[in-house]
């Protein structure tokens, strides 16, 4: 082998060592990246996207909760460390915020979501607290979709209202209770005011409520406050109540 072509050798052998080296630490990286980005979608509720990684470059696909913008997606994913541009054109809006595969696994739409926080400088008592929500929740009650847990999006606006109230309370717990009517199975119907009722929590959990604070009773049929006979006393019956009992 003459001088030249060894040397052209060693230059081969190095840029290719060379190259490995960069693909073998690239591959964690992009790892890492990957996982930083589905962590902080997972935070505003936005989960089950295909995040693809090119270095910095990342692209998003999949299915978006209705009525989310995919630029706000994508905003979210721009602001992990480390991330350089973010391609959303595979972004779709679902037609529905039901699961139909599984009706019971609440989905939300994160972009509606108040997120609340800051100092409170005249916090409510239990007392005042519990008169507020029960008005609010009597004025416009908390709608979900048709056989499953999600919230309806025109009952944003309450479940908001109701998380600021709670948040203004920070010395109690929170008891949410769900209720249907009596049509149906009846362990069915105790599984869905389980499902809707967790559903509660875990919006104003989204909204800022520490988990701690909250918790769950699943009524079923079991405490109707109308007659089942009519369409108007089913859709009385279908509920979330809010029983506001100072901390321990």
């Given at each position: 082998m003459s001088r030249s072509t060894a040397l052209l050798v060693g230059v081969a052998s190095l840029l290719l060592l060379t190259w490995i080296t960069?693909?073998?630490?690239h591959a964690p990286i992009q790892t890492d990246l990957v996982q930083r980005v589905r962590q902080a979608l997972a935070s505003y509720a936005i989960t089950g996207l295909t995040i693809e990684a090119d270095g910095r470059d990342l692209r998003l696909s999949g299915e978006i909760p209705r009525r989310t913008d995919p630029g706000y997606v994508a905003s979210i994913a721009q602001q992990v460390w480390g991330v350089r541009?973010?391609?959303?054109d595979g972004l779709r809006q679902r037609s529905s915020m039901l699961d139909k595969d599984d009706p019971l696994n609440p989905r939300f739409d994160a972009g509606r979501i108040v997120r609340l926080g800051g100092d409170l400088s005249n916090p409510m008592d239990a007392g005042t607290c519990q008169r507020t929500m029960a008005r609010l929740a009597a004025a416009a009650s908390v709608r979900f979709e048709t056989g499953g847990a999600s919230p309806m999006l025109e009952s944003y606006a309450v479940l908001n209202d109701l998380a600021s109230v709670a948040y203004q309370c920070p010395q109690t717990t929170i008891v949410i209770g769900?209720?249907?009517?009596?049509?149906?199975?009846?362990d069915a119907n105790l599984r869905l005011s389980q499902a809707r009722a967790e559903a509660v929590e875990r919006f104003f959990y989204l909204a800022g409520i520490p988990a701690q604070r909250m918790q769950i009773i699943a009524y079923g049929d079991s405490q109707p406050i109308a007659g089942n006979a009519t369409a108007e006393g089913r859709a009385a019956n279908r509920r979330i109540t809010f029983d506001v009992r100072p901390a321990d």
């Open positions: 960069v693909a073998v630490r541009t973010v391609e959303f769900g209720h249907t009517d009596a049509s149906g199975d009846r």
